[in-house]
């Protein structure tokens, strides 16, 4: 679809209109200030999935930043229901984006203001097999971001050059360290295998927590695969036997080469093969 419909809430009612036609002021402190807030959900045979959680981040993120929900979640539920339908794919990936709304520029916000609310859908594209089967590359670098990461913020930038920074050294993702420590990719969570335990960094301030984050504990709880939450160095990350990204598109994804040195055997390891099974498991079962 060429001209696809969208939602766009940007003068106080909202409703689906064609692409080409959505337009937001260049007032609107999304655009001045990159003040707002979004979710990205997958759908899986014209269902959402994880919806609850995504919702419950949404929530979270608005608090975070003092903005007013403007709707509940039955009505969050609804108008993501209303794009899903309006595109005829089976699997989507549904984004949702709220800003402060249009005023005057200045840092401070001004009360009672209109949040401008955007959703979109566009196909979604899955890791090839062939990918897949042989792992990805990555590389390594240091963590520049603000110390906010938790909030699913559309103020990107720090995000954005470590995905051009994957780019230009022909890496899928860029693993991100701050003080010697893992944080996370440009777009993803990232883990580590050592021996048959799966090791993430902690749910803090220095990452955001992915839906799959959630996810991958109820999978390895449900795979008996023992799971830890804390610091790991960047010694860990180039010793690890297996390193994984989760994100919505990448699902769960084995690394096998970070910077130029090899990750474990080279190849997607055991732990990464089970986890990536019990995750379409899950899928099938939404």
Known sequence: MNNPLVYLNSNGSG???????????VLDRGFIFGDGIYEVIPVY???????EQHMARLLRSLAAIGMPNPHSKEEWLQLLQQVMDAHSGDDQMLYL??????????????????????????PLTPISSEVRAKGVICV???DQRWLHCE???????????????AVEHGAMESIQFRDGYLTEGSSSNVWIVKGDVV??????????EG??????????????????????????????????LTSAGK????????DDQTIGKGLPGPIYQQLYAAYQEAKAAN
């Not at 409703?15 to 002021?25: D, F, G, I, M, N």
Request: hydrophobic content about 50%; overall charge positive.
């Open 199 to 208: 090791i993430g960094p902690p749910k803090d301030n220095l990452i955001l």
């Open 15 to 25: 409703s689906l209109t064609p692409l080409s036609e959505a337009k937001v002021s």
């Open 140 to 142: 390594a670098m240091e």
């Open 211 to 244: 839906i799959r984050y959630g996810l991958l504990q109820e999978l390895c709880a449900a795979q008996q695969i023992p799971l830890q939450e804390r610091r790991v160095t960047r010694a860990e990350v180039f010793a690890a036997d297996e390193v994984l």
């Open 151 to 165: 909030i699913k913020s559309t103020s990107l930038l720090g995000n954005v050059l470590a995905a051009q920074n």
């Open 45 to 51: 045979a014209k269902k959402m999935f994880r919806a």
């Open 251 to 258: 699902e769960v994804l084995a690394v096998v080469k970070i």
């Open 97 to 122: 984006q709220v800003t402060r709304g249009v005023a005057k520029r200045a840092h401070a916000f001004p009360a009672e203001m209109v949040p401008t609310v955007f959703i979109m859908s566009n």
